[in-house]
């Protein structure tokens, strides 16, 4: 069974620049999470969808960040204009189904970003 | 509000010694709990979780966490480190709200002396 896909794994730009980062959960997960880690941080929950239709995104600086996960399948988080604080690692995951809250998420490898 | 508070952001022990790596959490509703392990450069990845059944829980790896109420613990261990388990850990909780939001604490990295 294939895993979360992300890309890029990396990317660097410089500040005021935009970047997009994209998604694709495991078949047949209709949850889809974004997280941000920091380094020396914790994962920190960004954005969360039920199929396509969002969840939670209360902690989405949504001044500058926007994601999208159109007809439930992959999803696209983007970053305009990117700060200096958001050099970080983007985490995408999935999980079968939100309901009973078992936790069993399944990650995938990240995407780091730097901004200059 | 769910939080977790992770003691010692690093932890050194001898290969073949006790593995043990804390957590405390913070929960208005029973929890679930959860430990994940992050190898560089990868993502992070299930080792065990705690859902209510048995208070006591066995993982991946030989890994297990006893879950207190007393002491709002959930205390990762091993009995013996081995080279290879040299890694991230992040203890995580949940509520019973169904949203299924994982609320992580700061990881704990494990260092591995041969």
């Known amino acids: 069974e294939a895993g979360v896909a992300q890309s890029p794994r990396y990317k660097i730009i410089e500040k005021r620049q935009s970047v997009a980062f994209w998604c694709n959960p495991i078949?047949?997960?209709?949850?889809l999470y974004w997280y941000q880690q920091i380094l020396g941080q914790g994962p920190k929950l960004l954005i969360q969808?039920?199929?396509?239709?969002?969840?939670?995104d209360s902690q989405l600086p949504k001044d500058r960040f926007s994601a999208e996960r159109l007809k439930g399948v992959d999803s696209t988080l983007k970053i305009q204009p990117a700060k200096l604080e958001d050099s970080a690692v983007y985490l995408c995951?999935?999980?079968?189904?939100?309901?009973?809250?078992?936790?069993?998420?399944?990650f995938g490898e990240g995407s780091r970003l730097t901004v200059l | 509000a769910q939080s977790v508070t992770q003691l010692g952001s690093h932890v050194s022990v001898s290969e073949g010694a006790l593995v043990l790596l804390r957590c405390n959490y913070s929960?208005?509703?029973?929890?679930?709990l959860f430990w994940y392990v992050q190898y560089p450069n990868q993502g992070l990845q299930l080792l065990l979780k705690?859902?209510?059944?048995?208070?006591l829980v066995k993982g991946i790896n030989g890994f297990e966490a006893e879950f207190k109420k007393s002491e709002t613990s959930f205390h990762l261990t091993k009995p013996s480190a081995h080279m290879s388990d040299a890694a991230e850990y992040f203890c995580a909780v949940s509520d019973w709200s169904g949203a299924n939001n994982l609320f992580f604490g700061t990881g704990t990295r494990l260092t591995v002396i041969p």
């Open positions: 995951a999935s999980s079968l189904t939100a309901s009973g809250s078992t936790g069993e998420l399944f």
């Open positions: 705690y859902t209510s059944a048995a208070t």
């Open positions: 969808f039920q199929n396509n239709g969002v969840v939670d």
């Open positions: 929960s208005s509703v029973p929890p679930y």
């Open positions: 078949s047949g997960h209709a949850t």
